[in-house]
């Protein structure tokens, strides 16, 4: 019990932590740093797991956006990747995990959001394009992020069906 305590103390300890430096560096670091620098300063983590809310953001801004749609494939119960657009934003997308708990966990928690399709598949390099297809996540999109442990650079390398405009892409 007491073990398990301080784990979760610790747990908020960090993550408070990172919200306190994210405040600083959105204060005191000037945004008209040089890239990558520009970047680097505004991280921070709302949804995400390190800090990636900040980056995208960040680059979103840089690059602009199109379709404000994106395709999460790995999205586990907090939504991965793309949680802060889906959560914050009101944006569209597609949320793909093989975990049929974590599929029902986030649809509950984006009820708010009607645009937001969560889908329960194990997606592998023969059936991306399929599933991309079947829920009308073809031609470009804002955001492609693959996190599923091992082969994620096999699916995205038999991608056909959707064109992002940036990519996340787990490696090991």
């Given at each position: 019990?007491?073990?398990?305590?301080?784990?979760?103390?610790?747990?908020?300890?960090?993550?408070?932590s990172w919200q306190v430096n994210a405040l600083i560096r959105r204060l005191f670091l000037p945004a008209e740093a040089s890239f990558p620098f520009n970047l680097v300063a505004r991280r921070f983590k709302l949804r995400s797991?390190?800090?990636?809310?900040?980056?995208?953001?960040?680059?979103l801004?840089?690059?602009?956006?199109?379709?404000?749609?994106?395709?999460?494939?790995?999205?586990?119960?907090?939504?991965?990747?793309?949680?802060i657009l889906a959560f914050e934003?009101?944006?569209?997308?597609?949320?793909v995990d093989a975990q049929q708990a974590s599929i029902e966990h986030l649809s509950r928690l984006l009820a708010h959001n009607s645009a937001v399709q969560c889908v329960v598949a194990e997606v592998l390099p023969e059936t991306v394009n399929a599933l991309l297809a079947e829920h009308g996540f073809v031609g470009e999109v804002d955001l492609l992020s693959i996190d599923i442990d091992?082969?994620?650079?096999?699916?995205?390398?038999?991608?056909?069906?959707?064109r992002p405009r940036m990519l996340m892409l787990e490696y090991n």
């Open positions: 019990q007491l073990k398990r305590h301080q784990k979760e103390q610790a747990k908020w300890q960090t993550g408070l797991q390190h800090e990636e809310d900040g980056y995208l953001l960040a680059l801004g840089e690059a602009g956006t199109g379709s404000r749609r994106f395709v999460e494939i790995g999205c586990g119960r907090s939504g991965g990747n793309a949680a934003l009101g944006w569209g997308g597609l949320m091992g082969y994620d650079y096999w699916v995205f390398k038999a991608l056909e069906a959707c």
